[in-house]
């Protein structure tokens, strides 16, 4: 699964390794990246009947380029129920912070928090009221774990943790 247009870089060298895996993309895919043998969309439909309700998913396709006004991540979060635990590319991150962490990573932190984030929500989200359905369709999915693309895992609290960081 390629849940966003940011995660594709491999998608094609694992459907040329694993030819009878089916290969996902988020809505779009196929139009943007036409040279990867994309089976299958997910996300604006729901998981697919292959996935046998194990998964829920929930479709960010509501920020755009600021600079070139085209969509930007178009990203896919899915949740398996059985787990209790959401996955998440990249509208969500879990960067690590405190005095034990190198101080690049720290500096990371501070600008995907502090500076990023803030320009994502005030001039990527153009649809706000579409990211809030997403967002709210997460947020009512049960789970209490996180396992971001960008990261540490989240073994308990994600939910109020998404909520945070999901706010406009």
């Known amino acids: 699964v390629s849940p966003n247009y940011e995660h594709v870089k491999w998608a094609a060298q694992w459907k040329e ?3 009878d895996a ?14 990867i043998p994309w089976d299958a969309e997910v996300g604006e439909d729901g998981a697919p009947e292959a996935w046998g309700g194990e998964f829920d998913v ?5 920020e ?8 930007f991540f178009n990203e896919v979060v899915f949740c398996h129920a059985a787990s209790g635990v959401a996955f998440v590319t990249d509208v969500f ?6 005095d034990d962490v190198p101080p690049g990573t720290r500096l990371w932190k501070f600008g995907m928090d502090r500076v990023y984030l803030p320009f994502y929500r005030a001039a990527m989200v153009r649809d706000r009221e579409k990211f809030a359905r997403a967002r709210e ?5 049960d789970f209490d774990a996180a396992l971001p693309c960008h990261g540490s895992f989240i073994p308990r609290g994600a939910k109020d943790a998404l909520r945070r960081h999901l706010a406009l």
């Open 17 to 19: 390794a694993y030819p």
């Open 22 to 35: 089916t290969l996902y993309g988020c809505p779009g895919m196929r139009a943007k990246k036409p040279g």
């Open 58 to 62: 929930a479709l960010f396709d509501c």
């Open 64 to 71: 755009v380029n600021p600079f070139t006004s085209t969509p």
């Open 93 to 98: 991150w879990n960067y690590p912070g405190g």
């Open 137 to 141: 369709k997460v947020l009512s999915w």
